[in-house]
């Protein structure tokens, strides 16, 4: 820690100078944010496996449209968080899709196929 003459203080690792009291400001702000982020975390988080846990139990219940947005929803659910069932929901949504005949639904079966593959880094595979 280095004193200036004017009143400032520089603490290790900090660039420029600041005082005792915005010091502990930053400090004081710095765990609220780093509690409020973690909390957010792990809400939203909570949130999105609910949502999971309850298109899977309608998946059994439906068919034909019904059956393909779950699907698609499903796997737009699982980007990033699981690629391999982002590809498997998104292909059983566009087989749906293709069978139906519903353009609208292939486009975005086929968009979130896609994703899926570019996040595994099958680039080849996305153009499919």
Do not use: W
Request: a positive charge; one cysteine or more.
């Amino acid at each position: 820690m280095k004193k200036y003459e004017n009143g400032m203080t520089s603490f290790p690792g900090q660039i420029g100078a600041m005082t005792h009291s915005q010091f502990k400001l930053c400090q004081f702000f710095g765990k609220r944010f780093m509690a409020l982020s973690i909390y957010f975390l792990l809400c939203f988080g909570t949130v999105k496996g609910q949502k999971i846990d309850s298109l899977k139990a309608l998946i059994s219940e439906k068919f034909g449209l019904e059956r393909c947005d779950i699907l698609t929803e499903l796997a737009r659910e699982y980007v990033d968080v699981d690629n391999k069932l982002t590809l498997r929901y998104s292909k059983e949504a566009l087989n749906i899709a293709r069978q139906i005949g519903d353009s609208l639904r292939i486009v975005k079966a086929a968009r979130i196929k896609s994703l899926g593959y570019r996040r595994l880094e099958e680039m080849d595979s996305s153009m499919k």
